[in-house]
């Protein structure tokens, strides 16, 4: 890895350069409007997990908006691939963001080219292990968010306020909760199972098309757990037999606690069907077979 890059590398829509350097257009659409899509991808041993599964998600959420990617889509995948190879990073995170580009601040669309920039950066996971292996507490929240979640935007501001707020108050997270259905978390989507069944917010625009969330329910069906794409009040989700939540970075975590009630009296080490699913899907992205 060349010493430049040890603690990652930037793309800023022309060239690669140190974290430290990059720099974009006071005026970008990013900055002044959150006019934009993102993804972040997962890179294990020097690999990417669901790399095109992805970059279709990333397309989808760009014809949502309008937005006009400034490369095609082989292209986009070979930046990405010249980022990973620069960074010299095994285990990495790869954020992508397109904006609608830079121009004077107004409201219409402008005309001006998207702007594509990236990083990849090193993953710490030892707090992540940690929460994987402990279990998570989570509050509940209003879902104060626009209805097309489903749409992977840059605007975040509600998530990091609820996010913030559960950390304040002594959480690991939020959960957000629309006319007392569960949604997801403020970055992570959630299931719970009960009974043996697994339990999950159809994948409607109320939420994020997760992933990680569609690689576990492939992972639930093979293993002849049952899956119901159903949404459950706060009630079902306190008292379930199990509950967890699902994202690229954290992966499968278990939830312990929600508000002030504890889910098996927070003995996470019997969440039979979230540790088998931990197992399987470390397995799938470490390429081991399981037998």
């Given at each position: ?15 690669f ?27 294990y ?68 080219v ?18 994987r ?24 501001l ?61 992972l ?7 899956v119901?794409?159903?949404?459950f ?22 939830i ?33 077979l399981?037998?």
């Amino acid at each position: 890895m060349p010493d430049d890059y040890r603690d990652g590398i930037a793309f800023d829509g022309e060239k690669f350069l140190r974290l430290d350097e990059a720099k974009v257009p006071l005026e970008d659409r990013a900055h002044q409007f959150g006019d934009g899509i993102y993804e972040v991808i997962r890179i294990y041993q020097g690999a990417f997990f669901k790399l095109e599964e992805h970059m279709k998600r990333f397309e989808r959420s760009a014809q949502a908006i309008s937005l006009t990617l400034p490369y095609e889509m082989p292209k986009i995948v070979e930046l990405i691939e010249k980022a990973h190879e620069l960074s010299g990073l095994s285990e990495a995170a790869l954020y992508i963001q397109v904006s609608r580009g830079a121009a004077r601040r107004d409201h219409p669309f402008p005309d001006a080219v998207a702007r594509l920039t990236m990083t990849v950066r090193p993953v710490k996971t030892e707090s992540t292990s940690a929460l994987r292996h402990q279990g998570q507490r989570v509050k509940t929240t209003e879902d104060i968010r626009w209805s097309w979640c489903y749409i992977k935007s840059l605007n975040l501001l509600p998530n990091v306020l609820m996010k913030q707020r559960a950390l304040d108050e002594g959480f690991h997270d939020a959960i957000f909760v629309r006319d007392g259905l569960v949604t997801e978390g403020t970055s992570s989507n959630i299931a719970i199972v009960r009974g043996g069944t697994l339990y999950t917010h159809p994948a409607n625009q109320s939420i994020l098309h997760g992933i990680t969330r569609q690689v576990v329910l492939e992972l639930a069906r093979e293993l002849c757990i049952p899956v119901v794409e159903l949404a459950f009040t706060v009630d079902e989700l306190k008292e379930a037999d199990e509950a967890f939540t699902m994202s690229t970075i954290a992966e499968i975590v278990p939830i312990r606690q929600v508000n002030e009630t504890y889910i098996r009296n927070g003995n996470v080490d019997e969440f039979v069907v979230t540790r088998l699913l931990q197992k399987h899907f470390e397995a799938q992205h470490r390429g081991i077979l399981m037998k």
